[in-house]
């Protein structure tokens, strides 16, 4: 790996400026728009919605019109987009951009979902190397001053690589950004991400920002990979569930690489919360989700339920106090819950750390029947694949 020299760590995607080079990753069913507010209320860097379906977005269907929902105080509104048809994902980006819906638009080439890589997207369409290159040169002319970015996979498993060839179809296109995941999509988020893979991609692509995104679970991640393979920034998943002042602790490290702030500072302010801090999180968090959801308390509290384990892994909160938790139906039988807990239980450290959310084995990935066979498009059945789009949200 390379060693890169500390710099200026604000980063610039076309014309916006980042106050700090972190990105949160797209995540279907988490990074609605209260999760964002939430993240964004701990820290700094660029949210992103979770990925919307292009074909829906352009028929308006009533729950991706919801989901590229963004609140006032996002003052930079990001919308990642996923589709397999170059004219529909122009449609998508055009409408975005006509009706000032967006100020950043992504295109999701990394995903390792069976439902969408069996229709040919994701991080299996790069393969088909002039239909990526038809999606982002349409999308790029059709966002005009919008800056829009591509995030991207390492390829479809170790025999088909792509994100070289990916990434330098993408920068000529004139993409703001590129996002690379350092894993394959027969990977899914197993075993351990491929640093080495986003070095070389940085020492390729040399006029547009270059963005690390696997394995970040702390500050000190995210130092290490732009010291250790020279990227430009990174891109954050997993390594928030649950905890999103993650961005807090991010936005700290980063200031004090170029001398914002000292070390000193950056330490003392990294989030080591007791069980208080993580109950006030997820309950504003609720909060947050009730406001999305139009007022409707029941629905979003189904919602936070999914975010139990994450909040409270490695503290000693009980089996019967974490499966109440997973079934809260209100605000009031939340804070019931909470009266029951110990808020000054001290943060776990080790335990509260590390890998979180969906890990799994590697497995086969679902493509289209002899997708593999060229890396040409001309004999694909677009009417087939075209039921990719059907959904509102590609995750």
């Not at 919308?79 to 048809?85: A, E, K, N, S, T």
Request: glycine share 10%; charged share 25%.
């Amino acid at each position: 790996m390379t060693t890169s020299t500390l710099r200026d760590q604000r980063l610039n995607i076309g014309p916006l400026v980042l106050d700090v080079p972190v990105v949160l990753a797209p995540m279907a069913g988490i990074t609605n728009t209260a999760f964002r507010r939430l993240c964004r209320e701990y820290g700094a860097g660029l949210y992103v919605s979770e990925m919307i379906t292009s074909r829906a977005l352009v028929e308006r269907t009533p729950a991706s019109m919801r989901l590229i929902k963004h609140h006032e105080s996002e003052t930079t509104r990001s919308i990642q987009l996923y589709g397999v048809d170059p004219n529909t994902v122009a449609d998508a980006v055009r409408m975005l951009v006509d009706e000032d819906l967006a100020d950043h638009i992504d295109l999701n080439f990394g995903c390792p979902v069976p439902k969408v890589t069996r229709k040919g997207g994701g991080a299996a369409l790069p393969w088909k190397s002039d239909l990526f290159r038809s999606i982002v040169e349409g999308a790029v002319r059709a966002a005009g001053d919008i800056p829009l970015t591509v995030k991207m996979r390492k390829g479809i498993d170790a025999d088909h690589l792509t994100f070289l060839d990916a990434a330098r179809a993408a920068e000529g296109a004139g993409v703001a950004a590129i996002a690379l995941h350092g894993r394959t999509a027969n990977e899914f988020y197993s075993g351990k991400a491929d640093w080495d893979a986003i070095a070389t991609l940085k020492d390729t692509i040399t006029s547009v920002p270059v963005l690390g995104n696997g394995d970040i679970w702390a500050a000190e991640d995210a130092i290490r990979m732009v010291r250790e393979t020279g990227c430009d920034g990174v891109v954050v998943g997993r390594g928030c569930l649950g905890r999103p002042w993650l961005f807090g602790d991010l936005a700290a490290a980063f200031r004090a690489e170029d001398g914002r702030i000292s070390q000193e500072e950056a330490s003392a302010s990294i989030a080591r919360p007791a069980l208080g801090f993580v109950m006030d999180a997820m309950r504003r968090h609720t909060e947050l989700l009730i406001e999305f959801f139009d007022g409707d308390e029941l629905r979003a509290c189904r919602d936070i339920r999914k975010h139990v384990a994450w909040y409270y892994k490695g503290y000693g909160v009980g089996g019967d106090i974490r499966r109440s938790l997973a079934m809260v139906e209100t605000l009031e039988n939340m804070d019931e819950i909470f009266s029951t807990m110990d808020r000054e239980l001290p943060y776990p450290g080790i335990g509260a750390e590390g890998q979180r959310g969906r890990a799994g084995s590697p497995k086969q990935p679902k493509l289209p029947d002899g997708w593999l066979n060229s890396r040409a498009s001309t004999d694909i059945d677009f009417a087939e694949l075209a039921e990719a789009e059907r959904d509102d949200s590609g995750g």
